[in-house]
């Protein structure tokens, strides 16, 4: 939800606070690398003090920075928000993953309990996305980031009423694990540059799908809300219908399959965005993306963590979050960049264009450039920019097909 709802929320942050594509970027990525940074010792934490007490101060350092961010009057204040709740959400992600790896032994418990968690996290997402809509078009975007404060005070409620809950005895996971191990498990390496590739792919598309919805086609939060769930509903079922389909199908054919329905998506999401905008093609190519994202979701995690022994999962499970989250750093940052190059070199020529202008028009502003007259050609350089941002998410889609390949021979010798 901190992610789709802060995607949601965007545009109205830019139009308050008057910000370039630069600065909107790292109003996710604040949060996001905060998280990235801190998973890794938290995950190491956990594995000598078990899930817990992260838990619960996470939590707690989660719903205060969502505070400040709701509450923030400038750039810096929201970014510093958005950096803590990164912080709480590394204490808080570094518990479950690893909780769940300790707490099944069956490969088939196993399979269906990393299918409930892909599909917690569709719940999220789509729950993110819906609710932020409504919320940014009634209340504006600050009550979009106050989404998930409720629900993180509802989750900590449930634990601390709850005695058994995240207790996982951690005795037998106190001897040092080396990241080298790590490094050096072929299954769990492919199965991150899996996560790295689909996340990238994916979470660009939160971003950017409702950037170009409201930038070109003029949609309100809410109605782009409403339509953002026909990416994230498939989302939702996928993990746990795939997590059925690997016990009759070989994991590298769901895999490719997976990679192979977002290449389709992404392909009908460029011919829906050529010229006038086709909403019936919008719509497939998100359905499309979604189901493809939806049935990788989980099927990583499980073939990263199985890959490793007991005593390396919440090491492991901090690594593996460590690179989900670089996939949504390199999502705000690839597409945009190409967004940016190809709007500079459309319009820089132009007398009285800055850098920043050129930013801000690369964030879906045209309003800036209407007293010079280039209204129609600043958005033609965007949706132009759009088409190529599509195809270097291609370019990561075809690449993801080449690692499931090389998946099948790694898997058959996992260390």
């Known amino acids: 939800m901190t992610i789709t709802a802060a995607s949601i929320a965007l545009a109205g942050v830019q139009s308050e606070l008057?910000?370039?594509?630069?600065?909107?970027?790292?109003?996710?990525?604040?949060?996001?690398?905060?998280?990235?940074?801190?998973?890794?010792?938290?995950?190491?934490?956990?594995?000598?003090r078990g899930q817990r007490p992260l838990f619960v101060w996470g939590a707690v350092v989660f719903v205060i920075g969502a505070a400040v961010a709701v509450l923030a009057r400038d750039v810096t204040s929201l970014m510093a928000g958005r950096a803590l709740q990164?912080?709480?959400?590394?204490?808080?992600?570094?518990?479950?993953?690893?909780?769940?790896?300790?707490?099944?032994?069956?490969?088939?418990?196993?399979?269906?309990?990393?299918?409930?968690?892909?599909?917690?996290?569709?719940?999220?997402?789509?729950?993110?996305?819906?609710?932020a809509g409504a919320a940014s078009s009634r209340f504006g975007w600050r009550a979009a980031l106050a989404l998930p404060i409720p629900v993180m005070i509802a989750a900590l409620a449930v634990v601390c009423c709850s005695p058994g809950a995240l207790v996982v005895h951690a005795k037998s996971q106190r001897a040092h694990v080396p990241m080298r191990a790590l490094l050096e498990n072929r299954s769990f390496?492919?199965?991150?540059?899996?996560?790295?590739?689909?996340?990238?792919?994916?979470?660009?598309?939160?971003?950017?799908?409702?950037?170009?919805?409201?930038?070109?086609?003029?949609?309100?939060?809410?109605?782009?809300?409403a339509l953002m769930l026909a990416l994230l509903l498939p989302a939702l079922v996928m993990p746990v219908v795939v997590s059925r389909l690997v016990l009759v199908f070989k994991i590298s054919a769901v895999l490719i399959?997976?990679?192979?329905?977002?290449?389709?998506?992404?392909?009908?999401?460029?011919?829906?965005?050529?010229?006038?905008?086709?909403?019936?093609?919008?719509?497939?190519?998100?359905?499309?993306?979604?189901?493809?994202?939806?049935?990788?979701?989980?099927?990583?995690?499980?073939?990263?963590?199985?890959a490793v022994p007991a005593e390396q999962a919440g090491l492991a499970s901090g690594a593996f979050n460590v690179v989900r989250l670089l996939g949504d750093i390199l999502a705000a940052i690839i597409p945009g960049a190409v967004?940016?190059?190809?709007?500079?070199?459309?319009?820089?020529?132009?007398?009285?264009?800055?850098?920043?202008?050129?930013?801000?028009?690369?964030?879906?502003?045209?309003?800036?450039?209407?007293?010079?007259?280039?209204?129609?050609q600043a958005r033609a350089a965007f949706v132009d920019g759009m088409q190529w941002a599509i195809g270097a998410l291609l370019a990561l889609t075809a690449l993801g097909v080449m690692v499931s390949l090389k998946g099948r021979e790694a898997r058959a010798s996992p260390h």
């Open 257 to 306: 399959g997976g990679f192979l329905t977002i290449a389709a998506g992404l392909w009908c999401m460029h011919v829906a965005w050529s010229g006038a905008t086709s909403r019936a093609i919008e719509l497939a190519a998100l359905v499309l993306c979604g189901s493809g994202a939806g049935a990788l979701y989980g099927l990583v995690d499980y073939i990263g963590l199985t």
């Open 86 to 131: 990164g912080v709480g959400a590394a204490l808080l992600t570094a518990t479950a993953p690893a909780a769940l790896t300790l707490a099944f032994s069956k490969e088939a418990d196993r399979k269906r309990a990393f299918g409930y968690l892909g599909s917690s996290g569709g719940i999220g997402l789509a729950l993110g996305a819906l609710l």
């Open 18 to 48: 008057q910000l370039g594509i630069d600065q909107l970027q790292w109003v996710l990525n604040s949060f996001i690398v905060s998280y990235a940074l801190l998973l890794l010792p938290f995950g190491a934490w956990s594995d000598r």
């Open 189 to 225: 390496m492919l199965s991150c540059l899996l996560c790295l590739l689909f996340t990238t792919v994916w979470v660009a598309l939160f971003i950017y799908a409702p950037l170009h919805m409201q930038a070109v086609d003029g949609l309100d939060p809410r109605s782009v809300g």
């Open 339 to 376: 967004v940016l190059h190809v709007v500079r070199s459309a319009l820089a020529s132009h007398v009285g264009i800055t850098g920043e202008t050129l930013s801000q028009i690369a964030a879906g502003d045209f309003v800036v450039v209407e007293h010079l007259g280039l209204t129609v």
